[in-house]
């Protein structure tokens, strides 16, 4: 429950490459929780009792929002969706408030920080109009547009770093994964170029191939991801560029499935 609590400030200070040291904490679950299998053949996600339930967050992550001006500007903007300058403000503050050190050209804090301030008030704004969290009532709004006009406007590097954010709230089942489960979702379908849903992609696979465990959202979201056909995910070209590649994903799609079809009928299975 340690790490589930602090799993944000963790995620601050583990080198990004330490890829199994953050499944491990973000594989951590409160102990009266028992996490429904994963590979239950059609499982209703957002039926799940606990899906509506929000985690407990002891981190007080919007200190890192500076600066001071800068939450103050994102509450308004997600709020009345103006300034229409903002967001390109936004990619600004995140390339120029670079770290102590100035070895990365962004500000991954800030960047974690904003990431799970825009999902957390998203999900209270959802939950505010008694509704649910569902791929339809993620897109369509102030929120959605911030997290896609980032993935649009930066660049490979500042794409990984954010796509890394988004999946480090892939946890147990809680409102928060269920948001930005469907967030990488939605954005996955709706990327203007395949290149986008390469990198979303390989953010997902990376933490996949690493030995276990494997954190419960993650595993959901790429379940979704390489079942439901409305993605599409086996026709796309990166999955068959080299054939080392294909049965990389081949290997993982049966691990994840814990059948062994041939990955083409995976895109043919609905839940």
């Not at 939605?186 to 996949?208: C, K, M, N, P, Y």
Request: net charge negative; aromatic share 10%; with cysteine.
């Amino acid at each position: 429950e340690f790490l589930c609590d602090y799993h944000f400030v963790f995620c601050d200070v583990v080198p990004p490459n330490c890829i199994q040291m953050r499944n491990l904490i973000l594989s951590a679950f409160p102990r009266n929780m028992r996490l429904p299998d994963p590979f239950t053949p059609n499982l209703k996600v957002d039926q799940l009792t606990d899906i509506s339930q929000a985690p407990r967050l002891l981190t007080n992550f919007t200190t890192s929002l500076q600066p001071p001006q800068l939450k103050a500007s994102l509450e308004g903007y997600l709020k009345t969706s103006t300034p229409a300058h903002f967001q390109a403000e936004l990619v600004t503050f995140l390339q120029q408030s670079q770290s102590e050190d100035n070895s990365m050209r962004y500000n991954v804090p800030l960047l974690n920080a904003i990431v799970l301030f825009i999902g957390t008030q998203a999900v209270s704004t959802i939950l505010s109009k008694s509704a649910t969290v569902t791929n339809a009532s993620v897109a369509n709004c102030p929120h959605m547009n911030i997290y896609q006009h980032l993935i649009t406007t930066l660049d490979t590097e500042g794409r990984y770093l954010f796509l890394n954010s988004v999946a480090n709230q892939l946890r147990y089942p809680n409102c928060h994964t269920h948001y930005f489960s469907c967030v990488l979702l939605h954005l996955f379908q709706e990327a203007a170029s395949e290149a986008v849903q390469e990198q979303i992609t390989r953010v997902l696979l990376e933490r996949l191939i690493v030995n276990r465990p494997h954190p419960w959202g993650l595993l959901i979201t790429f379940i979704e991801l390489i079942k439901n056909p409305i993605y599409n995910f086996w026709n796309h070209q990166f999955v068959h560029c080299a054939p080392e590649i294909e049965k990389l994903f081949e290997s993982v799609a049966r691990s994840c499935t814990q059948t062994k079809p041939n990955v083409r009928e995976l895109g043919e299975t609905h839940d």
